[in-house]
């Protein structure tokens, strides 16, 4: 398989690493709405960002994408709107990706069906 050139995915830093854990986020004093959840890959960028294309057909939402970072929009109205999702990749060690994906608009429960049905069974890296 031939990997395009994408750019290298943003570093973590221990601040980063540290901030992943539940007792010491603090994102809520600065961010708002943050359902998500993170996903640790030894899989190329290329073969991240493939999988988590494929899944959006499956489900027909669009993909727009910029370097390591996409996002997922779903083509139907739902409770709240059109399901919107947002996924970063990360580079946590030169051989292993952080995958963060987050809920940027729509409803929860929609969110939490599409992570259970659609994203974790897939999410084999």
């Known amino acids: 398989m031939r990997f395009t050139s994408l750019p290298r995915p943003a570093s973590l830093n221990a601040f980063d690493i540290i901030s992943f854990s539940l007792g010491f986020d603090l994102s809520g004093l600065f961010?708002?709405?943050t359902d998500g959840a993170?996903?640790?890959s030894g899989a190329h960028v290329s073969n991240i960002i493939s999988k988590l294309e494929e899944i959006a057909k499956v489900v027909s939402f669009s993909v727009r994408k910029k370097d390591c970072r996409m996002s997922l929009e779903?083509?139907?109205?739902?409770v709240k709107g059109p399901l919107t999702i947002v996924a970063e990749i990360f580079e946590l060690t030169p051989s292993l990706r952080v995958v963060d994906v987050k809920k940027?608009?729509?409803d929860i429960v929609e969110y939490d069906e599409f992570c259970?049905?659609?994203l974790k069974p897939i999410i084999d890296f």
């Open 31 to 33: 961010e708002e709405g």
């Open 38 to 40: 993170r996903f640790v």
């Open 74 to 78: 779903g083509s139907r109205e739902g």
């Open 104 to 106: 940027k608009r729509g």
């Open 116 to 118: 259970n049905r659609e």
